[in-house]
């Protein structure tokens, strides 16, 4: 859509202008509340050179980068098969899901004064708080993947007699596939915000220590550097979901077509 | 090896054996002396401290107090949320080129975490109720939009196409059929902000305010108290539940109005 893709361009040159006039041009947004496009880029420039907040630029995108990936891929190798486990066998399902309901109306951000309790505030508290936060919405979507599968697929291996090995991986995890992606895309949002909080409460390094300090020094440059670094980072990180996707569900034409 | 049904009686007595296993576990290990009570304090302690915080001031009002506290900060940010997010929503679904000059901004604005906007909040509005109020609503907004767009757009176009063969004027095709079946999505989009707004609020107490359940919370991580924390995550757990509940009750009794009508 040509059209879109210019107007969307246009909109956002003109928001760029609208910023530079309000707070360098006519100067009607204080520097104290919102930072200038220039004031912005230097504080681009300190924390990529002289670094900020314990580190370089660099060194904090790689270690919140580090624990989102950890903490994720934690969450969808136990995630993904309690889900399946959950949806294949009623039983599984009866037993666990009570536990769900229990524990899934507390938001994953209320556990980080509990991870920091038990795991203090190194590493291992926020790959826990961000495990549990993208845990959640991978179990109960491929929960609902594998019960969307329709029966009559389920019956027809059945009475082929595939071995339950072949069932799982032929069968069952490609039936739920597209469900199981949904589930990690909102898990993957999920870890950004958990991180940002967890780092924002306390931290040694990491984007959400750039936005804390930041704070602290009064520093409006600095946090919408911390701001963009973060959106950028979720962005990408979803796209690279996004082509993962697009690649595990390439013999799925009516799932694609379906996603546009 | 096919899935095999089972009776709700089964279904049942198995939940309360998940339940039953998953807490006394819990129970067990806490009272065993494996872990220290301090590290995980048995669902007793928990519960007792919950109780002795209805009632006795800690971090400087009682649970009760804080609940009160955040619940009025969460209801004015999701409200706010609502109030602009569900008009801008409809307005971008209904008219092409709103919806092609904030869709590029909404999207570069999306991938910003809620929490993100915690120290721009703090310098603006303070750590009182402004900070937490514009957390809130940076958490609520964005599902507001999108559902209320979603139900702006797929409006079944048959209904339109009658409406104005038989001359409807444009504000009666707005109030009667555009907004009426854009009402479904816009109560579950109204379920999914409640819970992030909720969510972004406990966010926004553990790092910036001076009262509130996530304020009492963070105090109790200070003064290496377990159950205090323990009994702030039940309270937020049961808030949010309530809040989910009455959504969802708000949403069977519309469908079931529509239900009569037609």
Same mark, same amino acid.
């Given at each position: ?260 | ?208 305010? %001076? ?13 290496? %108290? ?37």
């Amino acid at each position: 859509m040509p059209r879109r893709i210019s107007i969307g361009f246009a909109t956002i040159f003109v928001v760029c202008i609208i910023w530079f006039l309000l707070t360098t041009g006519l100067g009607i947004i204080p520097s104290g509340r919102f930072p200038s496009p220039a004031e912005t880029w230097s504080a681009l420039i300190h924390v990529s050179g002289r670094g900020y907040g314990g580190g370089d630029l660099a060194m904090h995108v790689y270690n919140s980068l580090r624990l989102v990936v950890m903490g994720f891929l934690f969450a969808i190798a136990t995630g993904v098969p309690l889900g399946l486990l959950m949806g294949w066998s009623r039983r599984a399902e009866a037993v666990i899901n009570p536990i769900f309901l229990i524990i899934r109306p507390i938001p994953p951000l209320a556990w980080i004064p509990l991870a920091i309790l038990w795991l203090g505030l190194g590493d291992a508290a926020k790959i826990m708080v961000i495990w549990f936060s993208a845990f959640v919405p991978s179990v109960i979507n491929t929960y609902a993947g594998v019960r969307n599968i329709d029966r009559p697929v389920l019956e027809a291996a059945y009475m082929l007699g595939m071995p339950k090995f072949r069932f799982v991986s032929e069968v069952l995890v490609p039936g739920a596939s597209p469900m199981i992606f949904t589930g990690l895309r909102l898990s993957l949002q999920a870890s950004w915000t958990t991180l940002v909080a967890a780092e924002l409460v306390g931290a040694f390094y990491g984007l959400g220590r750039v936005l804390n300090v930041a704070q602290q020094d009064l520093y409006p440059g600095m946090i919408l550097v911390g701001m963009i670094a973060v959106a950028i980072l979720g962005w990408g990180t979803t796209r690279l979901l996004g082509v993962a996707e697009a690649w595990a569900l390439r013999w799925n034409t009516a799932a694609l077509a379906a996603k546009g | 090896m096919m899935q095999k049904q089972i009776s709700l009686r089964q279904s049942l007595l198995l939940g309360s054996l998940g339940l039953a296993g998953f807490i006394g576990l819990w129970h067990v290990l806490a009272v065993s002396g494996l872990i220290s009570p301090v590290f995980l304090p048995s669902p007793l302690d928990v519960y007792d401290r919950f109780t002795t915080l209805l009632d006795r001031r800690f971090a400087g009002a009682t649970l009760p107090g804080h609940l009160a506290a955040s619940f009025q900060r969460f209801a004015y940010g999701f409200l706010l949320a609502a109030l602009i997010g569900i008009p801008l929503g409809l307005l971008m679904g209904w008219y092409q080129i709103l919806d092609e000059i904030v869709s590029p901004l909404f999207d570069a604005l999306r991938f910003v975490a809620p929490i993100a906007w915690v120290p721009f909040a703090a310098l603006w509005f303070g750590t009182g109720i402004g900070g937490p109020i514009m957390i809130i609503f940076a958490g609520a907004f964005p599902p507001c939009v999108i559902n209320a767009y979603r139900g702006a757009k797929f409006v079944d176009p048959r209904l339109i196409e009658a409406a104005n063969m038989l001359g409807t004027p444009s504000h009666r095709v707005i109030r009667e059929i555009l907004l009426p079946s854009s009402v479904p999505s816009i109560i579950s989009g109204l379920r999914v902000s409640a819970g992030l707004g909720w969510q972004s609020l406990v966010g926004a107490e553990l790092i910036v305010a %001076s009262a509130g359940v996530g304020y009492m919370m963070v105090q109790g991580q200070a003064n290496v %108290s377990t159950t205090t924390v323990m009994a702030g995550m039940v309270a937020i757990g049961l808030v949010g539940l309530a809040l989910d509940s009455a959504l969802r009750l708000a949403e069977r009794i519309i469908q079931r109005r529509r239900g009569l009508d037609h």
